[in-house]
């Protein structure tokens, strides 16, 4: 069962912690097959798990170490809002979530596109798919 445990870090009930989370998707879930966002559930499949470069390259995040990320595939459609009537990748379908989990703390991105997004930070500061990024506690 620790096995499990590692790989699914991000898993549970995470709390709004910043600003974006708050305005945007409130209080979220995530278990193995589903994100559940203010009441409403999307099957999620993972992916793989993230190497430190792309935590750094997407989070910013200089704390790597003891945390665990993966990049999860979804679909989110573009008309789906949120709170505040909000949406996570304004007209279009938000197809790919990145996580970040290290203690009681969660980082997720979200993305548009059907390619799978490429994680260095060049790729990044090009790229008009990374939606926005979103920080969660418990």
């Keep these: 069962m620790g096995s499990l445990r590692s790989v699914a870090q991000d898993t549970g009930s995470w709390s709004a912690a910043s600003?974006?989370?708050?305005?945007?998707t409130g209080d979220i879930s995530?278990?193995?097959?589903?994100?559940?966002i203010n009441l409403s559930g999307f099957?999620?499949?993972q992916i793989r798990r993230l190497d430190s470069a792309e935590v750094l390259a997407v989070f910013d995040s200089e704390a790597v170490a003891g945390g665990s990320g993966n990049l999860y595939r979804l679909n989110i459609p573009g008309s789906k809002r949120f709170l505040h009537h909000n949406t996570l990748c304004g007209s279009d379908?938000?197809?790919?979530?990145a996580t970040y989990a290290v203690g009681h703390t969660l980082q997720i991105a979200f993305f548009s596109g059907s390619e799978m997004p490429v994680m260095t930070t060049d790729a990044l500061a090009k790229s008009t798919d990374l939606c926005g990024t979103f920080s969660y506690a418990r």
């Design 43 to 45: 099957t999620i499949a």
């Design 93 to 97: 379908d938000t197809q790919w979530m």
């Design 30 to 36: 995530i278990s193995q097959t589903k994100l559940t």
């Design 19 to 24: 600003t974006n989370a708050k305005a945007i």
